[in-house]
């Protein structure tokens, strides 16, 4: 009986040894943990998420291997983001993605005297959100990313280029997002130049598009949507009233255009996501957040909506078309 007990006694302490019992993980404790927080889902946030997981796993993070992914979704609920970035400083993860504004502003909050790196990205104004102090420095806190304004100049350009008379623009955008404010300011700053007259068409929730979108009909020649969580998450809605008015809808994502949208200058969300995991990267590896430098998005796509164009009865200049790098037809 001794001989035994003996046996599994020695068994046991084998297995607490190489990690095979109860609940531990088979890496050990060198398994870090990534906590990806998301705001909501539409098709450039999937792009955002997927972009981070494809370059997580070059840069040699394998989730289930050496890393553990743990991908949460606010569904658009601030008070969920901020639930579940409290879940991750309770998970003590190694690290946070934080996907949108809002979620980067729930972790800068919720990390606070934590020490757990916060790297964000899919964000507009990163300082007017509060989330660093300079764009050109290393911010010597927990916290760095990538930034996105929309281009606007690229892109009001583009859109006084393809609607002919061009003079009255809506902007359908949520004014509690920070992001699409900040955007949406910029944008009436820069058409001020050109004499054009801006009807605003704010949203509080996705409830809300279709009859922000039926509040411009007659009033615009074209309406703008910035990089706006919001109103893309109800896209279709929009684009309804748009084409049954045959009113020229451009987008800052090239995911809308897609989806049917005129056309775009912008960001490649998915390059996004990757340029962010090699931040994240950068820090598992030893570096301080709060010694990278934020970096701007650095790759955009100039994409065209034929099929869009033509619903409407609207051509799409040649000139634009010579220099897209992407048609939907």
Request: hydrophobic fraction near 45%; charge should be negative; include cysteine.
């Amino acid at each position: 009986m001794r001989k035994v007990v003996a046996v599994v006694a020695l068994v046991v302490l084998a297995l607490a040894v190489t990690g095979c019992g109860g609940n531990q993980d088979s890496a050990g404790d060198d398994v870090l943990k990534i906590g990806v927080a998301q705001f909501m889902s539409h098709p450039a946030l999937e792009l955002d998420q997927q972009g981070f997981l494809d370059q997580i796993k070059e840069e040699g993070f394998v989730d289930g291997e050496n890393v553990e992914i743990d991908i949460q979704n606010a569904q658009g609920d601030p008070n969920l983001a901020k639930t579940i970035i409290d879940k991750f400083v309770a998970d003590k993860v190694d690290i946070i993605l934080a996907i949108t504004t809002p979620v980067a502003q729930a972790a800068v909050q919720g990390t606070k005297g934590t020490g757990i790196p916060v790297v964000f990205i899919a964000v507009s104004d990163a300082v007017g959100a509060g989330l660093i102090q300079s764009l050109d420095q290393p911010t010597g806190t927990n916290v760095t990313g990538v930034y996105s304004a929309d281009p606007v100049a690229q892109q009001m350009d583009l859109i006084e280029e393809t609607v002919p008379d061009m003079s009255r623009l809506g902007i359908v955008y949520n004014a509690g997002e920070a992001n699409s404010v900040s955007n949406k300011d910029r944008i009436e700053k820069y058409v001020s130049g050109k004499d054009w007259e801006v009807v605003e068409a704010p949203v509080a929730s996705t409830n809300d598009v279709q009859i922000a979108a039926q509040s411009l009909v007659g009033k615009v020649d074209a309406v703008f949507v910035p990089q706006d969580n919001t109103v893309i998450s109800a896209l279709e809605a929009l684009l309804k009233v748009m084409q049954d008015n045959n009113i020229p809808f451009f987008a800052g994502d090239t995911e809308s255009v897609k989806r049917g949208a005129i056309a775009t200058i912008g960001n490649d969300e998915y390059d996004c996501g990757r340029q962010g995991a090699e931040m994240v990267a950068r820090v598992l590896n030893g570096e301080k957040a709060g010694a990278i430098v934020p970096e701007e998005i650095r790759k955009r796509t100039t994409m065209v909506n034929k099929t869009a164009a033509e619903k409407i009865g609207l051509e799409i200049p040649q000139s634009v078309l010579d220099r897209a790098d992407a048609v939907v037809e």
